[in-house]
């Protein structure tokens, strides 16, 4: 059984960088099927695709967030990451890590992670 | 980026039958494999129907998806108390800087 979970800070203050990791179990992060991705959902609203990395390491990301995001994945520790600069109140949001095979074919979540920017 | 467009919300009593639509363009839906998630409150969402018109195992057969040009339709037949929540159609956006594109997403009320 594929698992996904989402681990990082709570609360990020305006202007600083989310950072976000995705455990993975039951795959591995280098499956030459599998896409990697971060979905956001702000409260009360529906979802957002921030980005895709792919087993070899090329990606490709939501245009609104291109400027500010980075998406890593590390093979030795089976996990992937998000990086996102320049925070601001509107990137308040559950933050989802997903697998996708393929890349829309969002088969397994993880329960979320909210995050909140605030001062 | 744009999005896909749903009816914010549909309704229906016990039994009945329930369909949402996803409006895209030639450039997503029109183009690719339309995708249906399910989110019930408090949940992480769920695929429901992938490639257009298919279920995952473990989905039941009451919940069927179709795709007519750049439209897409999610059918609820014999709705239950447990379908009430949220459903969002999803696509892949052939644009240039194009990506996965959801939909607003359409709330599900069981009368």
């Not at chain 1, 967030?65 to 990137?91: C, E, G, Q, V, W």
């Not at chain 2, 179709?66 to 447990?82: D, F, P």
Request: hydrophobic share 30%; net charge positive.
């Amino acid at each position: 059984q594929v698992q996904l979970q989402e681990s990082g800070p709570g609360l990020v203050r305006p202007s600083q960088t989310l950072s976000l990791t995705c455990a993975v179990s039951g795959d591995s992060v280098i499956s030459p099927d599998s896409y990697w991705s971060w979905i956001r959902q702000p409260p009360g609203k529906g979802l957002e695709w921030i980005g895709f990395i792919y087993s070899s390491g090329s990606t490709h990301y939501n245009p609104s967030l291109k400027s500010r995001l980075n998406i890593s994945l590390d093979a030795s520790k089976n996990h992937f990451s998000l990086k996102l600069a320049s925070m601001t109140a509107a990137d308040t949001a559950l933050y989802y890590c997903v697998r996708g095979r393929p890349a829309t074919r969002f088969d397994y979540w993880g329960q979320g992670t909210p995050v909140t920017v605030s001062s | 980026q744009s999005v896909l467009t749903q009816p914010p919300s549909a309704s229906g009593t016990p039994g009945q039958r329930v369909t949402i639509s996803c409006f895209g363009d030639t450039s997503n839906v029109g183009a690719n494999y339309v995708y249906w998630y399910q989110q019930l409150p408090g949940t992480a969402p769920r695929l429901l129907i992938y490639s257009n018109n298919q279920r995952p195992s473990g989905v039941p057969d009451r919940f069927s998806g179709s795709k007519s040009g750049t439209s897409a339709s999610l059918a609820i037949s014999g709705l239950r108390s447990e379908d009430e929540g949220d459903y969002y159609c999803a696509a892949w956006d052939d644009r240039v800087l194009g990506g996965v594109l959801f939909g607003g997403g359409t709330k599900v009320t069981v009368l």
